[in-house]
């Protein structure tokens, strides 16, 4: 699937924090797989608008490397508290910035350090819910 077909949908509060997080001017960054890029081109919507099953930060998301077939499990999380044993990754990695604003369903395409690889979302399930289910 194209990137086009995909749009990055990010919440309010999760927009406010990546755009500080990266510190950049988001109008001159037009490098593709980048955080900074992703931000870019986001729809944002209010906090309580954000669809079901969307990648945020705190998000539990399970993906497949369609490649492997392989199914990895992680957390997204903000640099301080990314935990590679709790398999929280920060929001700064290559993977996290790939699933960021994505929904369960979507196939990305991103390049990370060993290459150009394709994930499939399996399954997203929000901080809210996470709370819920606790």
């Given at each position: 699937?194209?990137?086009?077909?995909?749009?990055?949908?990010?919440?309010?509060?999760?927009?406010?924090?990546?755009?500080?997080?990266?510190?950049?001017?988001?109008?001159?960054?037009?490098?593709?797989?980048?955080l900074a890029y992703e931000l870019s081109r986001?729809?944002?919507?209010?906090?309580?608008?954000?669809?079901?099953?969307?990648?945020?930060?705190?998000?539990?998301?399970?993906?497949?490397?369609?490649?492997?077939?392989?199914?990895?499990?992680?957390?997204i999380v903000m640099p301080p508290h990314a935990?590679?044993?709790?398999?929280?990754?920060?929001?700064?990695?290559?993977?996290?910035?790939?699933?960021?604003?994505?929904?369960?369903?979507?196939?990305?395409?991103?390049k990370m350090p060993s290459g150009l690889k394709?994930?499939?979302?399996?399954?997203?399930?929000?901080?809210?819910?996470?709370?819920?289910?606790?």
């Amino acid at each position: 699937m194209s990137k086009e077909k995909n749009p990055v949908l990010l919440c309010e509060e999760d927009f406010r924090l990546l755009k500080q997080l990266v510190g950049i001017s988001l109008v001159n960054d037009n490098e593709e797989m980048t955080l900074a890029y992703e931000l870019s081109r986001a729809i944002v919507v209010k906090d309580n608008a954000l669809p079901p099953h969307t990648v945020r930060l705190n998000s539990k998301v399970r993906v497949q490397d369609q490649a492997s077939k392989k199914n990895i499990d992680l957390t997204i999380v903000m640099p301080p508290h990314a935990d590679i044993k709790q398999r929280k990754i920060s929001i700064l990695t290559p993977m996290a910035a790939a699933l960021i604003g994505f929904r369960k369903g979507d196939e990305i395409e991103w390049k990370m350090p060993s290459g150009l690889k394709k994930y499939k979302i399996l399954e997203v399930t929000s901080p809210v819910q996470a709370e819920q289910e606790a």
